[in-house]
């Protein structure tokens, strides 16, 4: 039997060690990760998306992409001959973006956030207070890892701006009904995984290997 490939897209500045815990059967699935390239500049979601399809080497793969990762597999997918799309932690429409999103596209606030911060989070650590944050800080710290100014900058920009407003009725949606980043009462019919939040990929990876084999082959 030929293996499956299944190629994976991580979040927005998150290296693809996210992944590290998920674990599909190797005698039915092959697994591949796409780590994020530095975008030209002023290079549009369009062209960035058309890089990244490249490095998809199979016809009829299977392509997941997490939180901004989703956003960028949906735009990949108009480049490729794929045998299912699945979003976990995502949109897919701008219609499903959070009202503070939505207002920051309108204001052009998003363009005043320091993403340069991302750059020094060891110093954010050291003086992060509370056990909680140094927690979620240390987790940023091992899987934040795509910290170029230029990028962080870009993909902002374009995950606010996002202007897919038809949604593709072929994506498989994946999603926590404890999402912080996008509120699950924004998304319209998605597979809910209970209890999960925005890195539930983290998380929640148990379910991911229980119910992602099910799900790939399913007709």
Partial sequence: MNKIPVYFVPGMAADIT??????????????????????????????YAKRMAKEVHHDNAVLIGVSFGGVMVQEMAQYLNLRKLIIISS?????ELPRR???AKTTKAYKLLPTSWLQDIEKLVKYAFGDSLKRKLKLYEKY????????????LENMICW?????DPKVIHIHGDADEVFPAKNIKEF?????????????????????????????
């Fill in 163 to 167: 202007n897919r407003t038809q949604i």
């Fill in 91 to 95: 949109v897919k429409s701008s219609s």
């Fill in 18 to 47: 996210i992944f590290e815990n998920i674990h599909l059967p190797d005698d039915q699935f092959e697994m591949f990760f796409i780590p994020w390239k530095l975008p030209k500049s002023k290079e549009s979601i369009e062209a």
């Fill in 101 to 103: 999103m939505k207002i």
């Fill in 191 to 219: 597979i809910n995984v209970k209890g999960g939040t925005h890195a539930m990929i983290l998380s929640k990876y148990k379910w991911f290997n229980s119910n992602l084999p099910k799900i790939i082959l399913e007709e």
């Fill in 144 to 155: 934040l890892h795509v910290r170029d100014k230029n990028y962080l900058d870009w993909a």
